[in-house]
């Protein structure tokens, strides 16, 4: 059985700095039409960077959307063309002053496919050299230190809340630990 | 340091069916504007269905905003004011048919809080009592059982690519080997 929907019609709604929206109608398997409303994102990377100590550095940001500063890994949205694996390296740079000896992907996922396309892309760094960063004019941005134990414990206790960050983590432990 | 960002406007551009869009002009820091683009959503619960031989329930779903059809765990939005508990016994039930005897809260997290609101509750359910699926008038699904160490390799080998299947199977697996 094919669930495919056909586009019937595409309404834009809005094109903006970061984000789409538009409004498809489609057809249905049983023929009938129904309204997809679809956010349109560049796509994103995020990078769970691990010391020689087993320690993961995140940064703090204040995420509006939620109302909340946020622990989070080190990340950052594709510019147009630009190759993941690429984007990491800058990202990682940018946010932290980081450059990673080794830069592996690990993982990717859709962060919320009912109603949005952002694919976000994952690799591990390891054997890290710190420098200086260098965030967006409008990222305010704490970098912290963290034991992989510790970063565990708070996705536990509900402490981590960003989606990209628990997969990094428990994806990168599988990785660690050979289960993947 | 105080990371907040305080809201100078809101301009509203869409409400619709499951989200509305607005964009927020915020004071930083530094006492500079910037634009914050935000997509308000109701939330959502996940459930992962375990039965008694160490198999998932999942469903098979065609999502338009990705044009695939991606396998992911049996979820719902939070209609008004609804417990994600009871939210989690009803989806269950209308998506796979399937009543538990046993549905824990394991988890929460926020799907994409760079740019949404949507925070996605999870819960583990057990004692799995089979019965009648009853899905929406525009949802086309395909219930199917696997065993949990192949529902992992899907993870490891990117064909289960949602991040609330990603995180409620690997919670789970932490809650049924007691790391959490």
Redesign the interface.
Known sequence: ?S???KTMKTEK??D????K?R??T?E??DK?Y??????E?PG?VGIVPITENNEVVLV???????E???YEIPAGKLEIGEEPLNCAVRELKEETGIIADKMEFI?????????????IYLFIAQGLEEGKANPD??E?I?VVKLKINEV?SM??D?VI???KT??GI?MAK?VLEG??
Chains 1, 2 share one sequence.
């Open positions: 059985m669930f495919e929907e709604i809005y903006g700095k970061i984000l929206l409004i498809d489609v249905l398997p009938k129904s309204k997809r409303e679809i956010v994102h994103a703090k940001q204040y995420r509006k959307a939620v909340k500063v946020l993982s990717e996922f859709y962060t919320t496919p009912g109603f949005c396309d952002e694919k004019n409008d305010y704490d565990l996705i536990n509900g809340l960003d989606s628990i997969i428990l599988r289960e993947k």
